[in-house]
């Protein structure tokens, strides 16, 4: 069972901001700031990594113009276009979507924040995510 999939089947009510042959685009529930906004694929992927391309550029087409419409019609100051990908990076629910977070300003709701850590030796890294 999965809570998107009976969204898109219309099992399950969502406030449809977009549609096509594809692709949704919902508001969050959650609303963590006003627009918050969930574009996924009609078809079900776990993530963006078992995705295939052209499902994953469906949805970053959508979520591209929509980030546009939606900071135009809100009057946000920015915006975070971001994927959770596995549980570790704060996934929750397991069908491929992008969240559209409007952003109003620094002390909005929402913290994305770059904690100092370990100094890494980049030719070492580079090594590592080369393969
Ligand atoms: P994740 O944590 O997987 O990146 O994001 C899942 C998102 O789905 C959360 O922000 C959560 O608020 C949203 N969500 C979960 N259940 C529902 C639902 O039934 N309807 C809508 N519209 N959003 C949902
Ligand atoms: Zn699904």
Known sequence: MCIFCDIIDRKIPSSVVYEDENVLAI?????????????????????????????VLQCVSTAKKLAAQIVKNTGAAGV????????????????????????YDENDAIVLKF???EKQDLDEVLKLVKG
Do not use: W, Y
């Open 80 to 103: 975070n276009v971001l994927t959770n990908c596995g549980e570790a990076a704060g996934q929750s629910v397991d069908h491929l979507h992008f969240h559209i977070i409007p952003r």
């Open 115 to 117: 904690n100092e850590s």
């Open 27 to 55: 508001l969050d529930i959650s609303q963590v700031t006003k627009g918050h906004t969930l574009v996924m694929p009609k078809k079900h992927f776990r993530n963006i990594i078992e995705a295939d391309e052209e499902t």
